[in-house]
């Protein structure tokens, strides 16, 4: 078993940045590919970001586009997912998983079985 550990959401101004980490415990998480989400209060799940294994091919929703970056720490076991210029919305709480083939990401996340506590990334003047 994998257990993944979010950190480093917040609060922040807008045009401000966030350095999010997806921990991995128990294994090498260089072994699996890993996706971003993100779920604000009354809206549906998506698809942030994504990394793959094979190739290290990374995937960013078109919002996100331009100012997100994920990319991996092998020496700290975890996934980073570094948020720039961030606009004034929402909270969402950004949650990590292992997405084989990062097929969560591309297909949608309604189906996925099972979610970590996540961390809140919160926008405000």
């Known amino acids: 078993q994998v257990q993944l550990v979010e950190s480093g959401g917040g609060l922040v101004q807008p045009g401000g940045s966030l350095r999010l980490s997806c921990a991995a415990s128990?294994?090498?998480?260089?072994?699996?590919?890993v996706g971003w989400f993100r779920q604000a209060p009354g809206k549906k799940r998506e698809g942030v970001s994504c990394?793959?294994?094979?190739?290290?091919?990374?995937h960013y929703s078109e919002s996100v586009k331009g100012r997100f970056t994920i990319s991996r720490d092998n020496i700290k076991n975890a996934v980073i997912l570094q948020m720039n210029n961030l606009p004034l919305e929402d909270p969402a709480v950004y949650s990590c998983?292992?997405?084989?083939?990062?097929?969560?990401?591309?297909?949608?996340?309604?189906?996925?079985?099972?979610w970590g506590q996540g961390t809140q990334v919160t926008v405000s003047a």
């Open positions: 990394i793959t294994k094979s190739d290290g091919t990374t």
């Open positions: 128990s294994s090498t998480l260089d072994y699996f590919a």
């Open positions: 998983a292992l997405d084989p083939g990062c097929f969560f990401f591309r297909i949608g996340p309604a189906q996925y079985p099972t």
